[in-house]
């Protein structure tokens, strides 16, 4: 794991990234994606691509659909940014988000806009009384977090 802030990203950086190791972003700061549009990241919605296909299937089949789904989204063989992914975090998805990402990094460049928290070496998503709630400890993965 490896903590940057967004002052030292510069296109070098994103385009000599180590395979499997993406970068969360943490923050708002526009410099970050100032960075990454001019460093060619394709910007990648999950939600609503996502939602349009899970429709096709009646509700109780939809998450054995979601990862043959998300294969076909994220299908790109150029760097990613992801964005508005939420709905990856619903419990019946049984999704490891972040090693989703991890993985993805293996074949290409990966960053991520994360919808939550990064604090204690750890990064949550929602509130913890909430059923979409997650919590991963970044000790466990390959990242580098920008904050």
Request: charge should be negative.
């Amino acid at each position: 794991m490896e903590i940057l802030k967004p002052s030292a990203l510069n296109s070098a950086m994103l385009t000599n990234v180590q395979s499997g190791t993406p970068l969360i972003v943490c923050t708002d700061a526009p410099r970050v994606e100032r960075v990454l549009n001019n460093t060619g990241y394709q910007d990648v919605r999950i939600n609503q691509e996502l939602a349009n296909r899970l429709l096709f299937y009646a509700k109780d089949e939809r998450p054995s659909h979601v990862e043959e789904a998300l294969k076909d989204i994220l299908n790109y063989h150029v760097p990613i940014y992801i964005s508005a992914f939420e709905m990856l975090f619903d419990p019946r998805y049984e999704i490891d988000v972040l090693k989703l990402f991890c993985d993805k990094a293996r074949i290409v460049n990966v960053a991520v806009k994360w919808p939550g928290k990064y604090a204690d070496e750890k990064l949550t998503y929602a509130d913890p009384e909430d059923p979409d709630y997650h919590e991963f400890d970044c000790r466990a993965y390959q990242v580098r977090i920008v904050q």
